[in-house]
């Protein structure tokens, strides 16, 4: 028999056997019964966990079986899950649950109501600052304060609301009132027609109702009326304590005019003769007067220098016009030293009346307000720089040897000798009040320099 047909046989036998000793792997290999199913929750049932059947199991929260339920309070959840804040369901201990996961609606994610006075803004809120303070700028109920909420609005409103009144004094009598307007602030003081004064006084009220203010008296309390003065000018008068007009007043004093225009009772001339005047080109601020001529401080005008040997007539005689503005002259012959503003201070030749000349300048630290002179020396009121000493010895070529600051503004010096032979710079400092320098012993503020300045003089 070929190896074939050996094969083929083989085949018939062995198939039918193997297909009868064949069994599932479920099946138990000694009473041929099917294996039972894995129990993985462990209770001998044969299943796995499953949500709903009143037994917690796995990772499973709670189960209540058939009493499982999304809608009712404080259920176990359909998910087999304890209740809770968010689920959509007012539980105990909730106030509320929409389970939206919205904080700025009625219902916060805390699961209690959104309240007034929380300090958030909620729904239905214009403010929240989570005070008690109802006067201020929101209210109590979390609404914006406005005029007419009936609450008074602190630093805002007088009253509240519109049409509210109070009881106001009255000079006479008690029975007046007041009224709140729609702008919520106290109308006038309306007095009581059943108890009003039997007369009316002087105090810019009307007391005895009849709707005028002072009525029978020549003006009301404070009232003010254009008038023109004896020079022509435009003023006015003001009713006064006793309800009479005052004199025709302006507010400030205009010169040269012979009136006296603020009513201070002072006027250009106050019991003195005018003997004689002479007008300048500029500003007359100062004046040194020697011998028949006086040399003004002509500001704008510079120098004029004045021939005076004929009060009755004074007659300008010379002019010298300057770059800055001249504020005060010295006289120390044959030269006028001139504080010129800006412009320093100049030292001008006048020994030909009629044709003053520059002679030297010296440029300053700040604004030359006030010259004095004495020997070779000029003392300038240097307005912030204090007192400034200028050697004046070449006239040509000055020199500055010592700069004292002070507190204030320096606008005027003037030399004074004193008895024991001192020789003292006084300075009007303005906001700093007056100093007294001694400027005697030129070696003190002479012999040396500070590195900003020369040494100043001792201070008296």
Same mark, same amino acid.
């Given at each position: 028999?070929?190896?074939?047909?050996?094969?083929?046989?083989?085949?018939?036998?062995?198939?039918?056997?193997?297909?009868?000793?064949?069994?599932?792997?479920?099946?138990?290999?000694?009473?041929?019964?099917?294996?039972?199913?894995?129990?993985?929750?462990?209770?001998?049932?044969?299943?796995?966990?499953?949500?709903?059947?009143?037994?917690?199991?796995?990772?499973?929260?709670?189960?209540?079986?058939?009493?499982?339920?999304?809608?009712?309070?404080?259920?176990?959840?359909?998910?087999?899950?304890?209740?809770?804040?968010?689920? $959509?369901?007012? !539980?105990?201990? /909730?106030?509320?649950? +929409?389970? %939206?996961? @919205? =904080? &700025? *609606?009625? #219902?916060?994610?805390?699961?209690?109501?959104?309240?007034?006075?929380? $300090?958030?803004? !909620?729904?239905? /809120?214009?403010?929240? +600052?989570? %005070?008690? @303070? =109802? &006067? *201020?700028? #929101?209210?109590?109920?979390?609404?914006?304060?406005?005029?007419?909420?009936?609450?008074?609005?602190?630093? /805002?409103?007088?009253? +509240?609301?519109?049409?509210?009144?109070?009881?106001?004094?009255?000079?006479?009598?008690?029975?007046?009132?007041?009224?709140?307007?729609?702008?919520?602030?106290?109308?006038?003081?309306?007095?009581?027609?059943?108890?009003?004064?039997?007369?009316?006084?002087?105090?810019?009220?009307?007391?005895?109702?009849?709707?005028?203010?002072?009525?029978?008296?020549?003006?009301?309390?404070?009232?003010?009326?254009?008038?023109?003065?004896?020079?022509?000018?435009?003023?006015?008068?003001?009713?006064?304590?006793?309800?009479?007009?005052?004199?025709?007043?302006?507010?400030?004093?205009?010169?040269?005019?012979?009136?006296?225009?603020?009513?201070?009772?002072?006027?250009?001339?106050?019991?003195?003769?005018?003997?004689?005047?002479?007008?300048?080109?500029?500003?007359?601020?100062?004046?040194?007067?020697?011998?028949?001529?006086?040399?003004?401080?002509?500001?704008?005008?510079?120098?004029?220098?004045?021939?005076?040997?004929?009060?009755?007539?004074?007659?300008?005689?010379?002019?010298?016009?300057?770059?800055?503005?001249?504020?005060?002259?010295?006289?120390?012959?044959?030269?006028?030293?001139?504080?010129?503003?800006?412009?320093?201070?100049?030292?001008?030749?006048?020994?030909?009346?009629?044709?003053?000349?520059?002679?030297?300048?010296?440029?300053?630290?700040?604004?030359?307000?006030?010259?004095?002179?004495?020997?070779?020396?000029?003392?300038?009121?240097?307005?912030?720089?204090?007192?400034?000493?200028?050697?004046?010895?070449?006239?040509?070529?000055?020199?500055?040897?010592?700069?004292?600051?002070?507190?204030?503004?320096?606008?005027?010096?003037?030399?004074?000798?004193?008895?024991?032979?001192?020789?003292?710079?006084?300075?009007?400092?303005?906001?700093?009040?007056?100093?007294?320098?001694?400027?005697?012993?030129?070696?003190?503020?002479?012999?040396?320099?500070?590195?900003?300045?020369?040494?100043?003089?001792?201070?008296?």
């Amino acid at each position: 028999m070929n190896n074939t047909l050996k094969a083929f046989l083989l085949v018939l036998i062995i198939a039918p056997l193997a297909a009868a000793c064949s069994c599932s792997e479920k099946d138990n290999p000694e009473d041929g019964t099917e294996d039972a199913a894995p129990d993985e929750d462990g209770d001998g049932d044969g299943e796995g966990a499953r949500c709903g059947n009143g037994v917690v199991e796995g990772d499973e929260e709670c189960d209540e079986g058939a009493r499982n339920s999304d809608t009712r309070p404080d259920a176990c959840r359909l998910d087999c899950k304890d209740p809770g804040c968010g689920d $959509g369901v007012t !539980d105990t201990g /909730e106030a509320c649950d +929409d389970g %939206n996961g @919205v =904080d &700025t *609606d009625d #219902c916060r994610n805390n699961c209690s109501l959104a309240t007034c006075g929380n $300090g958030r803004v !909620d729904a239905g /809120e214009e403010c929240d +600052d989570s %005070n008690a @303070v =109802d &006067t *201020d700028a #929101c209210l109590n109920s979390c609404q914006n304060a406005v005029c007419g909420d009936r609450v008074v609005w602190a630093g /805002e409103e007088e009253c +509240d609301p519109a049409g509210a009144q109070e009881p106001c004094p009255n000079d006479c009598e008690n029975g007046s009132k007041k009224t709140c307007g729609t702008d919520c602030t106290w109308g006038d003081c309306i007095p009581d027609p059943d108890d009003c004064c039997s007369t009316e006084v002087c105090d810019g009220e009307d007391n005895d109702c009849d709707t005028i203010a002072d009525n029978g008296f020549d003006c009301v309390l404070g009232e003010e009326r254009d008038c023109i003065n004896t020079c022509g000018l435009n003023a006015k008068k003001t009713c006064g304590p006793l309800c009479v007009l005052g004199e025709c007043c302006t507010i400030l004093e205009v010169c040269d005019n012979a009136c006296d225009d603020d009513c201070r009772t002072a006027t250009v001339s106050t019991g003195f003769d005018l003997i004689g005047e002479v007008d300048t080109a500029g500003e007359g601020l100062r004046v040194a007067v020697d011998g028949d001529y006086a040399y003004v401080a002509d500001y704008g005008g510079g120098l004029a220098v004045i021939n005076v040997s004929d009060p009755a007539a004074p007659a300008v005689e010379g002019v010298l016009d300057t770059a800055g503005s001249a504020r005060d002259a010295a006289y120390q012959a044959p030269y006028a030293y001139l504080a010129d503003g800006p412009g320093g201070l100049l030292i001008i030749d006048v020994s030909d009346p009629a044709q003053p000349t520059q002679e030297g300048h010296m440029g300053l630290p700040a604004t030359a307000w006030g010259v004095a002179v004495r020997g070779s020396y000029a003392y300038v009121a240097d307005d912030t720089s204090g007192l400034v000493i200028v050697d004046v010895t070449n006239k040509a070529s000055p020199s500055i040897v010592s700069t004292t600051d002070t507190i204030g503004n320096s606008y005027k010096v003037v030399l004074h000798e004193t008895a024991d032979a001192k020789l003292i710079a006084v300075v009007a400092d303005f906001c700093g009040g007056v100093y007294f320098f001694d400027v005697t012993d030129r070696s003190t503020w002479t012999s040396f320099r500070t590195t900003t300045r020369w040494a100043r003089p001792r201070r008296w």
